[in-house]
């Protein structure tokens, strides 16, 4: 028998390889004879570089960056066990956290440290890069990151442009010939689950502005600035990013990726699927058993558990989920491929104590999921 374990993380309490970890432990109570494979997963947001690295053998290495405003920080990427990929979190290097909420300013906060983490991957001689941009600080379009990376972004004079979101609208040309060259042998894949336009009132500056710090009037600003800005890309490479789905991703970084370095934008539980392989390590597998946190209605919108759920079904495993919490909308993803699903909180307690005992309630939960599964047909 051949068990396939393949949960996200428990936020605020376990990485995605600690939940495997029980969930093996109390299966092999019950099913001592079986063939365990544990995938730790992620869905491109927090944790896609640990559970990427735990998956592969790999390691996670510091990275001195830049900050949004521009103080040093020491932000960090996953060098993947084969030596040849790196993932990479944008808010490493520009998170929203790295800013004290009043200081927070998307037209002061730049992406340059994503760049720089970039450079140091390139450093590191690997040529597929996976990119999570969720929670950055940043509405720059990702100027800052092509900055780093050796691009010229000059006004009418030319001198560069000033970092930030406010810098944008004095650009008057862009010059891509200064690109570190390493950079053209290097395949770009982010993990992006937003559709959201560069510009407008779905686009990055209207929609995100505000939780990274801009009022109206910036939001106003930033928006126009970051039109001008495609106008720039347009002028020079001939390209339109401001429709480009997922453009308005991470302040505008999404056209930065796509329409200057050609990347490819892909909802991030697609890019970890693949690269741990899961299709294949399921297509055999008499068992599936993936969870997170929580498992709600949300859940069916790129979440892990369904992302593992739909992989299984092509071969059609059943899947069983185990989470957290269960809410009283969960059972929406029944419909998504998730068989059966269970919470592992076995009494009335506290947020704090669900959260402490949580791995000795996941792998008591387990053990009786395995002992359910062993009962005969």
């Known amino acids: ?33 079986a063939t365990y494979v544990k995938l ?15 998956a592969t053998g790999g390691r996670i290495l510091p990275v001195e960056v830049t900050a949004p405003l521009g103080n040093r920080v020491q932000g960090f990427l996953g060098l993947l066990g084969d030596g ?18 009043e200081r927070r300013n998307p037209l002061l906060t730049s992406s340059f440290g994503t760049g720089e983490l970039i450079l140091a991957a390139l450093e590191m001689g690997v040529n597929h890069l996976i990119l999570g ?35 944008l609208k004095d650009l008057a040309s862009i010059d891509l010939s200064t690109l570190d060259s390493r950079l053209a042998g290097l395949t770009i894949e982010v993990a992006c689950d937003v559709n959201n336009p560069l510009c407008g009132p779905k ?34 490479l001939g390209k339109q990013v401001k429709e480009i789905p997922g453009a308005g991703a991470a302040g505008g970084m999404g056209a930065a990726l796509v329409g200057l370095l050609g990347a490819e934008l892909k909802p991030g539980i697609q890019i970890v699927i693949e690269a741990l392989k899961l299709a294949d390590a399921v297509a055999d597998a008499d068992l ?30 059943p899947v069983i989920g185990i989470s957290g919490c269960l809410t009283d909308d969960c059972g929406v993803v029944h419909e998504h491929g998730l068989d059966a699903v269970f919470a592992v909180v076995n009494r009335a307690m506290s947020l704090p104590e669900a959260l402490a005992t949580a791995s000795i309630n996941l792998e008591l939960t387990a053990r009786n999921v395995a002992a359910l599964y062993r009962l005969p047909r």
């Open 1 to 33: 028998m051949k068990i396939v374990i393949a949960p996200d993380s428990f936020k605020e309490s376990l990485s995605a390889m600690a939940v495997a970890d029980a969930i093996e432990a109390g299966f092999k109570q019950v099913l001592p004879e």
């Open 40 to 54: 730790p997963m992620a869905d491109g947001g927090e944790g896609t570089v640990q559970s990427l690295v735990d």
């Open 84 to 101: 040849k990929r790196a993932v990479i979190e944008m808010a490493a290097a520009s998170g929203l956290h790295l800013v004290e909420p």
């Open 133 to 167: 941009i969720g929670g950055s600080a940043t509405n720059d379009g990702g100027a800052g990151m092509i900055q780093a990376l050796g691009g010229k972004l000059l006004k009418a004079d030319g001198t560069p442009i000033a970092l930030g979101g406010a810098g």
């Open 203 to 236: 686009g990055a500056s209207a929609v995100f502005g505000p939780q990274k710090g801009a009022t109206p009037a910036m939001v106003a600003q930033l928006d126009a600035n970051l039109s001008h800005y495609a106008d720039c890309i347009e002028q020079a």
């Open 288 to 317: 599936v058993i993936t969870g997170e946190g929580r498992i709600d209605s949300q859940t069916i919108h790129g979440k892990t558990p369904i992302g593992v759920a739909r992989c299984a079904k092509q071969f059609g495993k």
